[in-house]
């Protein structure tokens, strides 16, 4: 006899409860808006996300994680994923993509932005890498509003990969994808940011998903840094990661991560996102 697969699906009362982490996760990456500048360190954009979810009644669901001391990941430049904070000092351009996560009573959030930093001297590195977490930034729209009207969960990664192939066809990493979400940070099912042959499950009320295309200038291999956890792109190109939680519930979507549930970034779609009753 087969193991049987986890239930993927939240009853009602459960998509309830999710709301709550995922504002709590969104102020975090609020916090860390607001202080991202040339001279902050990354350690000192963890201590805000951290203030902010404690503050808020929630604990940083990444420390949760076996080994993992902080709050947030801090990618800077080539770095794709799981940077970890410390003593580094932001410079003038970086490009800085930063992913958090909140658990409130027993349920959790997680989320991501990229932010690139001014400098004067070097404009045309900025444009770059503006122009790179902006698409990144609307890819992962593009496979939010695909889940508004999917069938199956692995339209999302062919949205996201329609949208880029039309901008110039960036990279699209495909060794970290996305994934369920609730009761713990990571569940199943495993969502693809990149198209794949395969369906994927059933887009129905109570699915919850994490969508986080990460996007590079260059190849899409990556490597393990020695610290064991920063992850970087194997030809030194640079990297940006956007992220949003989402439920499907019966009246459509409602983005759990985004304080209005995802209006803004949706509307230019057609999408009109509903809060969840």
């Known amino acids: 006899?087969?193991?049987?697969?986890?239930?993927?699906?939240?009853?009602?009362?459960?998509?309830?409860?999710?709301?709550?982490?995922?504002?709590?996760?969104?102020?975090?990456?609020?916090?860390v808006a607001e202080l991202v500048a040339p001279g902050v360190t990354t350690a000192e954009l963890d201590a805000a996300a951290e203030r902010t979810i404690r503050g808020l009644g929630g604990e940083p669901n990444f420390m949760l994680v076996p080994g993992y001391r902080h709050t947030v990941c801090t990618s800077v430049n080539d770095a794709v994923v799981h940077g970890v904070p410390g003593l580094r000092v932001l410079r003038p351009g970086d490009l800085v993509s930063v992913d958090s996560g909140a658990q409130v009573d027993g349920w959790n959030g997680d989320s991501a932005r990229t932010f690139v930093l001014d400098?004067?001297?070097?404009?045309?590195?900025?444009?770059?890498?503006?122009?790179?977490?902006?698409?990144?930034?609307?890819?992962?729209?593009?496979?939010?509003?695909a889940l508004a009207s999917a069938r199956h969960l692995h339209e999302?990664?062919?949205?996201?990969?329609?949208?880029?192939?039309?901008?110039?066809?960036?990279?699209?990493?495909?060794?970290?994808?996305?994934?369920?979400?609730g009761r713990s940070m990571h569940e199943e099912p495993s969502v693809p940011n990149y198209r794949v042959r395969a369906k994927g499950p059933a887009v129905r009320p109570g699915l919850v998903v994490a969508i986080e295309p990460m996007v590079t200038l260059g190849g899409i291999?990556?490597?393990?840094?020695?610290?064991?956890?920063?992850?970087?792109?194997?030809?030194?190109?640079?990297?940006?990661?956007?992220?949003?939680?989402?439920?499907?519930?019966d009246g459509g979507i409602w983005v759990l991560t985004a304080a209005d549930g995802g209006a803004a970034g949706l509307a230019p779609l057609g999408i009109t996102p509903v809060p969840i009753a």
């Open 156 to 181: 999302v990664g062919a949205a996201i990969s329609d949208f880029l192939e039309d901008e110039g066809d960036p990279g699209i990493v495909e060794d970290y994808v996305g994934h369920g979400i």
């Open 119 to 145: 400098d004067p001297d070097r404009p045309e590195v900025v444009a770059r890498r503006r122009r790179l977490s902006e698409l990144t930034e609307q890819s992962l729209w593009r496979g939010i509003a």
């Open 1 to 31: 006899m087969g193991l049987r697969r986890p239930d993927i699906y939240k009853t009602p009362e459960e998509l309830r409860r999710l709301v709550e982490p995922g504002l709590v996760t969104g102020a975090s990456l609020d916090a």
């Open 221 to 249: 291999d990556t490597v393990t840094q020695p610290d064991g956890w920063t992850v970087t792109t194997a030809d030194g190109s640079d990297s940006a990661h956007w992220e949003h939680s989402v439920a499907v519930h």
